[in-house]
């Protein structure tokens, strides 16, 4: 079992960066696919990023690519998501979330384990 915190959301400008981080313990995140999910009040959690176990297969959602990074330091146990170029509409709660299966994917039942999740608002 593995026990996720996220951090480093907050309030940026448009064009702004933000790197989030989500800290594990209990188990090493080297054993798990991960994934960044964001959602907004009275929308569907939406999946952002994934990171299959060995860390060598990534994927982002279209509204992300170019802009954001997932990226994981095993040696730190941290997965993290690195923001560019932020926009109005990234604005969300973020969630890092983690899969007992090996390949990441955008569907939010394939992963077993949340975080409370990490609030970013990016004014215009």
């Known amino acids: 079992q593995v026990q996720l915190v996220e951090s480093g959301g907050g309030l940026v400008q448009a064009g702004g960066s933000l790197r989030l981080s989500c800290a594990a313990s209990?188990?090493?995140?080297?054993?798990?696919?991960m994934g960044w999910f964001r959602q907004v009040p009275g929308k569907e959690r939406e999946f952002v990023a994934g990171?299959?176990?060995?860390?060598?297969?990534?994927g982002y959602a279209d509204s992300v690519k170019g802009r954001f990074t997932i990226s994981r330091d095993n040696a730190k146990n941290t997965l993290y998501l690195q923001m560019n170029s932020l926009k109005p509409e990234d604005t969300a709660v973020y969630y890092c979330?983690?899969?007992?299966?090996?390949?990441?994917?955008?569907?939010?039942?394939?992963?077993?384990?949340w975080g409370q999740g990490t609030q970013v608002t990016v004014s215009s």
């Open positions: 979330a983690a899969s007992r299966g090996r390949y990441y994917d955008a569907s939010q039942t394939t992963y077993d384990y």
């Open positions: 209990g188990r090493a995140v080297s054993f798990y696919a």
């Open positions: 990171n299959s176990w060995s860390g060598g297969n990534t």
